[in-house]
């Protein structure tokens, strides 16, 4: 298998506006590279992946910009949109939405197997859109929301190859670029999966100047306050409660429990998953994706599956040996980024990330 190796190492004192290097520890991520490299190569089938520990700037990576098959992971997509306009009172939680009769869908989820039509809340399409990754919920989110101001969401976000396509299991409304056959459902890299995540996990809804923001500029988020903190509870909480936890969470502590958020994706030669591990020692966001697998078994022994997690073992085991902490599992992950000083500058500003 042919992998192009990226890993970046460094240590940062400050996370608004860039990373700020320091001292380097290049020996240690350099054996992880390997390690990581050596694990993917035994996979029957590839892998794409970037993992990064928020609070130090260490990175590793495999094809981490990639195109990849998103499968249902391009659900986070989906998610981040819904948290911005419920932050921004254009939506709510608790807001009523139909499934009418024939909308429903197969595959992974349960909603098909219920009556019509049902009413549900947004709050419970959501949860279900990841914690299950229901297909049907999934549909229900799109036509809330719409598939192309999902699009321009994570492009203001200056994810350029992230996509979504189309409803599930459902045909096109309209004209589908050129590179949807390959893709099916969605497309991005490891890098932009992770940094979608990343602003997930990190609370990053409250934009400094959205008119900017929409005439083209890059965005420049504020400190989290109070709406923000309200809906990233409610939005990790879902992650948090990840039904599939046989990738990543598999061979960490406790399962994973409380300290893994999550979203995976499947199909039958796919099997990825992005998470925020919240570490002792810092909170770390893993975005791997396998592809043209040859097991296309549907077992917990699968594996792509089973490479997945042991990556996930590697990389935790060398950036938090200590092991993990649900306390960190908290919006703003505990990097200081939400609360503001007398003068409104974050903690990030003001010369440095805490981990209290």
């Known amino acids: 298998m042919r992998l192009r190796l990226a890993v970046g190492v ?34 029957h ?10 609070n130090t700037g260490r990175t590793v990576g495999l094809d981490a910009d990639e195109p990849v098959q998103t499968a249902s992971v391009i659900k986070l997509a989906i998610l981040y949109d819904a948290m911005v306009e419920i932050r921004e009172g254009k939506a709510s939680w608790d807001e009523k939405i139909v499934l009418k009769p024939g909308e429903a869908v197969g595959g992974s989820g349960m909603l098909h197997f219920f009556d019509t039509p049902l009413t549900v809340t947004l709050k419970d399409v959501l949860t279900m859109m990841v914690i299950v990754s229901d297909n049907t919920a999934t549909n229900l989110a ?9 699009n321009a969401r994570v492009e203001a976000l200056g994810l350029k190859n992230t996509h979504l396509y189309k409803k599930v299991m459902k045909p096109a409304t309209g004209p589908l670029p050129a590179d949807y056959a390959k893709f099916g459902l969605g497309k991005t890299t490891p890098r932009e999966m992770a940094e979608l995540m990343t602003d997930i996990g990190e609370c990053k809804l409250h934009e400094t100047n959205a008119a900017a923001v929409a005439g083209g500029a890059a965005p ?3 400190a989290m306050d109070a709406q ?6 409610v939005a990790l909480g879902m992650l948090k409660d990840q039904f599939y936890r046989e990738t990543v969470p598999r061979y960490l502590p406790n399962g994973g429990d409380q300290t893994v958020a999550s979203k995976t994706g499947s199909l039958n030669a796919v099997r990825n998953d992005v998470s925020i591990v919240a570490g002792d020692s810092g909170p770390m966001v893993l975005s791997i994706f396998t592809y043209d697998n040859q097991d296309h078994g549907w077992t917990v022994d699968n594996e792509a599956e089973v490479t997945i997690a042991k990556l996930a073992k590697a990389i935790v085991d060398t950036w938090s040996p ?8 908290v919006p703003g992950l505990g990097l200081g980024l939400g609360t503001e000083g007398g003068d409104g500058s974050t903690a990030a500003q003001r010369g440095g990330v805490r981990l209290n």
């Open 10 to 43: 460094m240590l940062v004192c400050g996370l608004a506006g860039g990373l700020a290097a320091q001292t380097a520890a290049p020996t240690e991520d350099a054996a992880l590279q390997q390690q990581v490299a050596a694990i993917a190569g035994t996979l």
């Open 228 to 233: 923000d903190k309200a809906v990233c509870e």
């Open 142 to 150: 799109i036509d809330r929301f719409g598939i192309d101001p999902v």
């Open 45 to 54: 089938g590839k892998v794409a992946m970037f993992a990064t520990q928020l």
């Open 220 to 222: 420049a988020f504020a």
């Open 322 to 329: 200590g092991g993990l902490d649900a306390k960190r599992m």
